[in-house]
């Protein structure tokens, strides 16, 4: 975090900014909090939050995002790989008229097998996805205050917040760059919560599973009535007796399991469905410094 702070003080001063850096500390157990405390002393425009307990990132962002209050507002992690020397390019395309600069990864220093299932993902959600949703944008990006203030109106409980950004619309421009390794800690991302965040990406912004039990129910029918047919007429036109108990026990085991499948995909709307309905608060923040 440290180095991040340098970073961005260092463009600040460069760059002229007047800045408010909102930093929060997402439940986590090394100390992060004191840390934030002790750098609003020596950085008196640092903003402090700390939650209660981990929420996730993406509902971290979201409650930096309704503590913002300037007018260009930027996302940016903790470990540099996304550069704070690239904000002063997204600005100018916000003085030129856009409202929203969002960074397009061009290249990643991580492994093969990450940058592989990343690139996978964002294909994915791209075809499913009811909207347009950029391949290979993260949460990287700038972003004038009406937008942001638009997106805060969706108060889901489980947010994809690129998707959300897309949602709302205006005047958008991806700007590639390439993604530094990361310089600070470990990756908190575990494939428990990437996992999250590509399902809540799916699920939110698209109707393409269901759609797909549609058409499973009507693939599978297909396949029942012309089995069906075909044993009958062996039966009566060539007098074959119908065995084949190893083939009637894969057909079973196989459309179980897709039965199970397509109840798991209808458990999963009615889930997030159950999360909105309870109206519960997507966060709870524990103490503030400077709000």
């Known amino acids: 975090m440290d180095k991040l702070l340098e970073a961005i003080d260092a463009q600040k001063k460069l760059s002229h900014w007047e800045l408010e850096l909102i930093l929060v500390d997402d439940g986590?157990?090394?100390?992060?909090?004191?840390?934030?405390?002790?750098?609003?002393?020596?950085?008196?425009?640092?903003?402090?939050?700390?939650?209660?307990?981990?929420?996730?990132?993406?509902?971290?962002v979201k409650t930096a995002l309704s503590h913002c209050t300037g007018d260009y507002i930027a996302i940016i992690d903790d470990d540099l790989q996304d550069p704070p020397s690239l904000l002063p390019v997204f600005f100018e395309y916000l003085d030129k008229g856009y409202d929203v600069?969002?960074?397009?990864?061009?290249?990643?220093?991580?492994?093969?097998?990450?940058?592989?299932?990343?690139?996978?993902?964002?294909?994915?959600?791209?075809?499913?996805s009811d909207i347009y949703i950029p391949i290979d944008s993260g949460d990287f990006c700038v972003m004038k205050r009406h937008v942001v203030d638009n997106m805060?109106?969706?108060?889901?409980?489980?947010?994809?917040?690129?998707?959300?950004?897309?949602?709302?619309?205006?005047?958008?421009?991806?700007?590639?760059?390439?993604?530094?390794?990361?310089?600070?800690?470990?990756?908190?991302?575990?494939?428990?919560?990437?996992?999250k965040i590509a399902i809540d990406g799916i699920f939110s912004f698209s109707s393409a599973p269901i759609r797909l039990i549609t058409i499973?129910?009507?693939?599978?029918?297909?396949f029942a009535f012309i089995y069906t047919v075909?044993?009958?007429?062996?039966?009566?036109?060539?007098g074959m007796e119908v065995k084949g108990f190893a083939t009637l026990a894969i057909i079973t085991s196989f459309f179980g399991s897709l039965i199970l499948i397509c109840l798991g995909i209808i458990g999963e709307y009615i889930v997030r469905?159950?999360?909105?309905v309870r109206n519960r608060p997507y966060v709870v923040i524990e103490k503030t410094i400077n709000v």
């Open 230 to 238: 075909l044993l009958i007429y062996n039966y009566f036109i060539h």
């Open 216 to 222: 499973l129910g009507l693939l599978g029918f297909s």
């Open 101 to 128: 600069a969002y960074g397009v990864r061009k290249k990643r220093k991580e492994s093969i097998i990450k940058r592989m299932s990343y690139s996978a993902f964002y294909r994915i959600l791209k075809g499913m």
């Open 28 to 60: 986590s157990r090394d100390k992060s909090y004191e840390k934030i405390e002790e750098f609003s002393k020596v950085y008196p425009y640092i903003k402090g939050v700390k939650l209660s307990k981990n929420f996730g990132h993406q509902i971290a």
């Open 273 to 276: 469905i159950y999360d909105e």
């Open 152 to 195: 805060l109106k969706l108060q889901e409980q489980n947010p994809f917040l690129r998707g959300i950004r897309a949602w709302v619309g205006f005047k958008q421009i991806g700007v590639e760059y390439e993604r530094h390794a990361r310089l600070q800690g470990e990756s908190g991302y575990t494939l428990k919560k990437l996992l």
